[in-house]
């Protein structure tokens, strides 16, 4: 063997050394933000960050736990959405009857990801703010246009969810700021929602998940929204597709036409999980069948 | 209860095989993926191979030792046997604490949801289908039903 191929890196330990905090306030941690930047990072589940420090991806120098602080674990319904706080476990999102009513896009995304060890520890912030262009509950959260709520010493942003990821692993968040929740809109009435991914087995990132709306008026289609995830360096709503079906009939035609745009839009790479091709032709697929299958939900009720 | 004073990078599954010597917590993958390291935090299934060991200070951990009660082994670990549930034994701790979970949450589970509780755990021997025959067997057995 080569010695460059050889693997210096084992999930054996993490080679990290760092100083963990564990405060129990959010001013207590949003301080410890502000005195150490650039050289501290949140922990919540852990579940990224940890593989990350194993793997050597990330080497903080503090650890801000966000385990002891109160009063960050919560979905509440408020000014017609619903509030998902920082500590909130993935466990706990799929198994709340509002989201499984209400948001069947991002049940059905939270369900999906990894087992349920991994979702009794992760969070949903985590997943978003870990910034991985394959996050499961990115295209719901983009397709509901949610609005993540971060605060600093200084004081709170809201920040869309569409302006948010700005690269792999790279959100618009400042070093010292902590997302304290996400706010997510009802969907209009009398629209469905759908998430689906594909991946190389349950435990795998995606190659390529989806999340669509749509609302219909006899069978045109009043509003649709669709994004996608794994197939550029961001999470990506595609507007234009978007705007092309919008005040259409459903019927073949347009579907081959949204198909084509969606494919067109989208600026997948070929990587360890999938390559450039398969990406874009199955993207076309999975358009259809969340179309489909939103439909049928849209029939059912 | 045990205290330990450990370095903030060690895992919960560091502290348990080498601190406290439980060695019925295996080492596998080591990033989540294959559930050898399973263990039982206030009664929910996590990876300690995920945890840093200063996050559960005062939390109760729940491992196989725990199962058995007086030197009885529990009934989910007289089904696996009784049903051949293993064959090298590895993943075994770990699929008995996420059965534990399972049943004390459901009683009565379906096998769909015995598999999805399931999704975290490896059985490299392909054990599962003798896996799920042993947990509707203790189940039936948890209600008082005979076979
Ligand atoms: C085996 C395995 C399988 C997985 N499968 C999937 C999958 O199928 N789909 C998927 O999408 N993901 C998957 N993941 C990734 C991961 O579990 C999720 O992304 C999870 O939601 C991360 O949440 P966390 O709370 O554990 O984040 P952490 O690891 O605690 O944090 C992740 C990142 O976000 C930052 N962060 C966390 N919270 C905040 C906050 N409040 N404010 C600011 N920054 C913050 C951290 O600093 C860190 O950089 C998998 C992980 C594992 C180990
Ligand atoms: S060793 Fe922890 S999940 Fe594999
Ligand atoms: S019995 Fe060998 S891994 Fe399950």
């Given at each position: 063997?080569?010695?460059?191929?050889?693997?210096?890196?084992?999930t054996h330990?993490?080679?990290?050394?760092?100083?963990?905090?564990?405060?129990?306030?959010?001013?207590?941690?949003?301080?410890?933000?502000?005195?150490?930047?650039?050289?501290?990072?949140?922990?919540?589940?852990?579940?990224?960050?940890?593989?990350?420090?194993?793997?050597?991806?990330?080497?903080?120098?503090?650890?801000?736990?966000?385990?002891?602080?109160?009063?960050?674990?919560?979905?509440?319904?408020?000014?017609?959405?619903?509030?998902?706080?920082?500590?909130?476990?993935?466990?706990?999102?799929?198994?709340?009857?509002?989201?499984?009513?209400?948001?069947?896009?991002?049940?059905?995304?939270?369900?999906?990801?990894?087992?349920?060890?991994?979702?009794?520890?992760?969070?949903?912030?985590?997943?978003?703010?870990?910034?991985?262009?394959?996050?499961?509950?990115?295209?719901?959260?983009?397709?509901?246009?949610?609005?993540?709520?971060?605060?600093?010493?200084?004081?709170?942003?809201?920040?869309?969810?569409?302006?948010?990821?700005?690269?792999?692993?790279?959100?618009?968040?400042?070093?010292?700021?902590?997302?304290?929740?996400?706010?997510?809109?009802?969907?209009?009435?009398?629209?469905?929602?759908?998430?689906?991914?594909?991946?190389?087995?349950?435990?795998?990132?995606?190659?390529?998940?989806?999340?669509?709306?749509?609302?219909?008026?006899?069978?045109?289609?009043?509003?649709?929204?669709?994004?996608?995830?794994?197939?550029?360096?961001?999470?990506?709503?595609?507007?234009?597709?978007?705007?092309?079906?919008?005040?259409?009939?459903?019927?073949?035609?347009?579907?081959?036409?949204?198909?084509?745009?969606?494919?067109?839009?989208?600026?997948?790479?070929?990587?360890?999980?999938?390559?450039?091709?398969?990406?874009?032709?199955?993207?076309?697929?999975?358009?259809?069948?969340?179309?489909?299958?939103?439909?049928?939900?849209?029939?059912?009720? | 209860?045990?205290?330990?004073?450990?370095?903030?990078?060690?895992?919960?599954l560091?502290?348990?095989?080498?601190?406290?010597?439980?060695?019925?917590v295996k080492r596998g993958c080591e990033v989540g993926e294959c559930g050898a390291c399973t263990?039982?935090?206030?009664?929910?299934?996590?990876n300690s191979c995920?945890?840093?060991?200063?996050?559960?200070?005062?939390?109760?951990?729940?491992?196989?030792?725990?199962?058995?009660?007086?030197?009885?082994?529990?009934?989910?670990?007289?089904?696996?046997?009784?049903?051949?549930?293993?064959?090298?034994?590895y993943c075994?701790p770990g699929?008995?604490?996420?059965?534990?979970?399972?049943?004390?949450?459901?009683?009565?589970?379906?096998?769909?949801?015995?598999?999805?509780?399931?999704?975290g755990n490896i059985c490299r021997?392909?054990?599962?289908?003798?896996?799920?025959?042993?947990?509707?067997?203790?189940?039936?057995?948890?209600?008082?039903?005979?076979?």
């Open positions: 063997m080569r010695a460059d191929y050889v693997n210096l890196v084992n330990t993490v080679p990290v050394r760092f100083m963990y905090h564990s405060p129990e306030t959010l001013e207590e941690a949003l301080r410890l933000m502000r005195e150490y930047g650039g050289e501290a990072r949140v922990m919540a589940g852990g579940t990224d960050l940890i593989v990350d420090m194993k793997l050597r991806r990330k080497e903080p120098k503090h650890i801000v736990s966000l385990n002891k602080i109160r009063g960050i674990e919560y979905i509440v319904e408020e000014d017609g959405g619903v509030r998902i706080g920082a500590n909130t476990k993935l466990r706990s999102i799929e198994k709340n009857s509002i989201v499984r009513e209400r948001f069947e896009a991002l049940y059905e995304a939270v369900r999906s990801i990894a087992s349920v060890q991994v979702r009794n520890m992760g969070t949903l912030v985590g997943n978003i703010c870990n910034a991985s262009p394959a996050a499961d509950s990115a295209p719901p959260l983009l397709v509901y246009d949610a609005v993540v709520k971060a605060r600093s010493i200084d004081g709170e942003r809201k920040i869309k969810i569409r302006d948010f990821f700005k690269g792999p692993g790279k959100t618009c968040l400042k070093d010292d700021e902590i997302v304290t929740e996400v706010f997510i809109p009802y969907p209009p009435g009398d629209s469905a929602s759908t998430f689906f991914k594909i991946s190389r087995v349950s435990m795998d990132l995606a190659k390529v998940n989806i999340a669509i709306l749509v609302k219909l008026s006899s069978n045109v289609v009043e509003d649709f929204r669709i994004a996608l995830g794994a197939v550029a360096p961001t999470p990506l709503r595609i507007p234009k597709a978007e705007e092309y079906l919008r005040h259409k009939p459903l019927n073949e035609e347009n579907l081959n036409i949204v198909e084509k745009i969606v494919s067109e839009e989208i600026k997948p790479i070929t990587d360890v999980r999938s390559t450039e091709w398969y990406r874009r032709e199955v993207s076309k697929i999975l358009v259809r069948d969340a179309l489909n299958s939103t439909i049928k939900k849209l029939v059912r009720t | 209860m045990v205290k330990v004073q450990t370095e903030p990078n060690a895992t919960l560091d502290v348990l095989r080498e601190e406290l010597r439980i060695s019925s263990v039982l935090i206030d009664g929910k299934p996590v995920l945890i840093l060991a200063p996050k559960v200070e005062g939390r109760s951990i729940l491992t196989v030792e725990g199962l058995t009660r007086n030197d009885e082994l529990h009934p989910l670990q007289e089904s696996f046997i009784e049903e051949f549930a293993l064959q090298c034994g075994t699929v008995l604490l996420t059965a534990k979970a399972l049943l004390d949450l459901k009683p009565s589970p379906t096998i769909e949801e015995i598999k999805e509780a399931l999704s021997c392909g054990a599962y289908q003798e896996i799920i025959n042993a947990i509707l067997k203790t189940s039936r057995k948890l209600q008082g039903k005979s076979d």
